[in-house]
């Protein structure tokens, strides 16, 4: 789409304007010049036939209808019309007595064809029309009634005056008859030819010239400095406030491109005080942000802490049950294995006719579950029994090569160590962490059932020795994942739910940790961090 | 002896017969009559003057018709040379001028010229009676009808009745009356002269002016007065005919009387013209009874010295 610029319409619509204004004006001049040649002939029309109707040889000449005796009249009549205007003239004595008629040889139409003017009798005073002609020749139609002079105007007073009414006849003036004249305007249309291409065209032309240079001038006067004020509005616009528009002008334009300047620093100033408003929020935010991480770790540990707490209670809850159903299911249990025990060496020296072979099996089976309820009650009692770590300086990597000896693994099971070597040594209860490494050895080999790989490493993190104990077995289930650590919670069929929970305590009471990664279907990575100095275990 | 004193006698009377008839040519006046056109108006001063001159003795030798025609003036002013009258009557302003410009030794008396003092007909051997009327007795005729009023409007050319105006202001002025002026110079300001006077006014005054009263201004000047109920009063009893409430004017007859009575009087004088124009010796008031019934006035004319008209 084209573009039109305001110089363009400026200069278009202004010389639209002057162009009007200029026809306007050429057409009011043409119109009026022609108007007062118009009345000019109209007034010598009536002057010419003023003078012939007062001419006393026409009225004589009327008087004994001598067509003759016009020529003297008619003669001083065309000698009386300068501007050679005069086209026609006719006499009539009736409307239907024409006594003359003539015309200038060089009008084209016919005497005839010129219209006689109608009831000669009804008229008073002289009157006037224009008609065109067949062929096209306009004239200019003047007629004057001829009246017998009876005598002076003070007597044609007095007459009226002192009334007339006994001599009426008197009292009308005699009508001798008309003269006609016509004028043709010939002369006045070639005058406005000439008019029209020696003035109004030339005019015309001149005002619309110079109205559009005028308006050419005034449209670059104006558009201008707008121009200018359009290319610093787009400089400001894409950023760049420190523009200023170079006006100095004292008219409107000068007075916008003032304001524009003001308006561009008032801008400047709010954008540098929102910047600065701006800076201050990022800080805050950025201090919020802070808060909230800390907030967040805060309540993590919160979180952990109640965690801890909760589990910490359960275990007690869970340790004096234990302890107490321990204490009371092993004499039985003892009891039971013994007789058992006793059973099985009786059947076994002496055949009895109703004991089959599936006896003695469920005699094994009743001593495996009691060896297996024993373990239990082991566990159980071992699980209340943790007691506090009588800490030794160890080396950790001695540690846990030591429980990985008495752990079996499985040929499937690919054992990888990465133990980082000069590791410091630290204040442990080394039983304890053997415990806590072989559950957790155990635990990942039971989850490798189809074999893989398992890999122990050890190393110092921060101010923590970390061992990481990874498996590429079945992985947790994410919701369970929290829960491993919970006492009695096992995802395994046989079982007890005792293992980590012991781990657990046995890694609080070394201010360490225990955590737990895992992916159900790719495996779990468990971590152990012990401090590397605990003020519990004084120093190596 | 008788045949003698027959021819004694025959003698004697014949002497005296011719002594008689010397007596009698001596002391009989001529005069001739000269009229502008044939207007009945002119015709009855003549019949005024044919009937006082055979009272008084003076024998009218003619009477000539200009026919409104100054051509034919040269041709009767060399008759009236050539009978030679004692004195020439010249009725209309035409037969008035025409005689000032050729006759100054015969005295002429005019009569029947209206605003005479426009054409200065004021030669030794010229005398004449007015046409126009002492505004006095104008006022008086009118005042005798209306009773007394305020204001009198005229409209006026003052190229042709200035002067009548001029001598009519003062007089008015000093009777306690006001006359509204409004000049004109064309026929054509009569209608807005009408227009700005008629609310000012209590009477219109219609002066022979031929610029302010033609054929087609007075229709107007009637009507408007007749709507304005302003009583129209004039100076020639026609324009009462023709609807105009009042006017005072002298009879045409009378003038002829006046003008046969005056002729002794003038040719006693050394120079006719020291007797100065007269003013004419008997007025009438002429009266429109249907205009007055319009305007709703009580007809109630006490001027005892004034012939009264009442038309229609």
Request: charge should be neutral; hydrophobic fraction near 40%; aromatic fraction near 6%.
């Amino acid at each position: 789409m084209i573009k039109i610029g305001i110089r363009f319409k400026f200069i278009f619509f202004t010389s639209l304007l002057i162009a009007t204004i200029g026809l306007a004006s050429s057409w009011f001049f043409s119109t009026q010049t022609r108007s007062q040649l118009e009345e000019e002939l109209k007034k010598r029309g009536y002057s010419l036939i003023a003078q012939l109707a007062q001419d006393g040889e026409v009225k004589d000449s009327m008087t004994v209808a001598q067509k003759a005796f016009f020529e003297e009249p008619i003669t001083r009549l065309r000698n009386l019309d300068i501007e050679r205007e005069l086209a026609y003239w006719r006499v009539l004595l009736t409307q239907d007595n024409i006594l003359l008629e003539e015309k200038e040889k060089w009008i084209k139409t016919e005497i005839d064809k010129i219209p006689v003017h109608k009831n000669i009798e009804g008229i008073t005073t002289p009157v006037f029309n224009v008609f065109t002609t067949d062929n096209g020749e306009q004239f200019y139609n003047f007629v004057v009634p001829i009246h017998e002079k009876r005598t002076i105007a003070e007597e044609e007073f007095a007459a009226h005056f002192f009334g007339l009414e006994e001599d009426s006849d008197q009292n009308e003036e005699k009508l001798l008859g008309i003269i006609q004249i016509g004028l043709t305007p010939e002369r006045i249309n070639k005058k406005m030819q000439v008019i029209l291409w020696t003035r109004s065209i030339p005019l015309g032309f001149i005002i619309v010239l110079v109205g559009i240079c005028v308006s050419y001038f005034i449209a670059s006067g104006v558009v201008k400095p707008v121009k200018l004020l359009v290319k610093i509005t787009d400089k400001v616009a894409s950023g760049d406030l420190s523009q200023k528009v170079e006006i100095n002008s004292k008219d409107e334009i000068g007075l916008l491109a003032s304001q524009f300047n003001q308006m561009t620093k008032n801008l400047k100033q709010l954008i540098d005080e929102k910047e600065g408003v701006m800076d201050e929020l990022k800080n805050v935010n950025r201090e919020l942000s802070l808060i909230n991480n800390e907030l967040v770790q805060k309540n993590e540990q919160l979180n952990e802490a109640q965690e801890q707490l909760v589990r910490t209670e359960k275990l007690a809850a869970v340790g004096t049950l234990a302890s107490g159903v321990s204490h009371e299911l092993r004499n039985p249990l003892s009891a039971i294995k013994n007789a058992v025990f006793l059973l099985k060496r009786k059947l076994s020296r002496k055949a009895m006719p109703d004991i089959d072979g599936k006896t003695i099996q469920f005699l094994d089976i009743m001593d495996n579950e009691i060896d297996r309820c024993s373990k239990i009650i082991n566990d159980l009692l071992g699980f209340t029994r943790v007691s506090k770590p009588t800490r030794f300086s160890s080396d950790i990597n001695v540690v846990v090569n030591e429980a990985l000896s008495r752990v079996v693994i499985a040929k499937n099971i690919k054992l990888t160590k990465i133990l980082q070597p000069n590791l410091p040594m630290i204040m442990i209860d080394a039983n304890q962490i053997d415990q806590v490494l072989i559950n957790l050895v155990e635990n990942a080999c039971q989850a490798m059932v189809d074999g893989g790989e398992l890999k122990i490493s050890s190393r110092v993190s921060e101010s923590f020795m970390e061992i990481e104990i990874s498996d590429s077995g079945c992985g947790i289930p994410e919701k369970e994942v929290k829960k491993i650590f919970d006492p009695l919670f096992t995802t395994k069929p046989r079982g007890t739910g005792i293992g980590l929970a012991v781990c657990h305590g046995i890694m609080q009471k070394h201010n360490g940790a225990i955590k737990v990664k895992s992916q159900e279907g790719i495996g779990t990575k468990m971590f152990i961090r012990l401090p590397l100095e605990d003020k519990d275990a004084g120093s190596v | 002896m008788i045949n003698k004193n027959r021819k004694y006698t025959v003698f004697i009377i014949a002497l005296c017969t011719f002594l008689l008839s010397a007596w009698c040519a001596h002391a009989e006046e001529t005069a001739i009559v000269i009229k502008s056109q044939d207007l009945s108006a002119y015709n009855q001063v003549v019949k005024g003057f044919q009937d006082e001159c055979l009272k008084n003795n003076i024998t009218i030798k003619s009477i000539y018709d200009l026919d409104g025609k100054m051509k034919l003036g040269q041709k009767i002013v060399r008759k009236i040379k050539n009978e030679k009258p004692d004195i020439v009557l010249a009725i209309g302003v035409l037969a008035a001028t025409v005689l000032k410009e050729e006759i100054d030794e015969i005295p002429i008396m005019f009569c029947m010229v209206i605003n005479h003092a426009r054409f200065q007909l004021t030669e030794p051997n010229i005398t004449g009676i007015s046409t126009e009327i002492a505004i006095e007795d104008q006022l008086k005729g009118f005042q005798s009808i209306l009773g007394s009023f305020k204001n009198l409007g005229v409209i006026y050319d003052p190229s042709k009745t200035g002067n009548i105006v001029a001598i009519a202001e003062n007089k008015i002025r000093n009777v306690g009356m006001n006359l509204v002026k409004y000049e004109i110079s064309s026929s054509k300001e009569v209608s807005a002269a009408m227009e700005k006077l008629i609310d000012k006014i209590d009477a219109l005054w219609l002066l022979p002016d031929s610029t302010v009263v033609t054929k087609q201004s007075f229709g107007l000047i009637k009507t408007t007065t007749l709507e304005n109920r302003i009583p129209l009063l004039c100076t020639s009893d026609v324009f009462v005919k023709a609807g105009a409430l009042a006017s005072v004017s002298s009879a045409h007859k009378d003038v002829g009387i006046q003008a046969a009575r005056l002729v002794g009087k003038i040719l006693k004088l050394p120079t006719p013209g020291s007797l100065g124009i007269v003013y004419p010796d008997h007025l009438e008031l002429s009266v429109n009874t249907d205009t007055a019934k319009i305007l709703g006035l009580e007809l109630k004319v006490v001027q005892e010295d004034l012939k009264i008209n009442f038309y229609p």
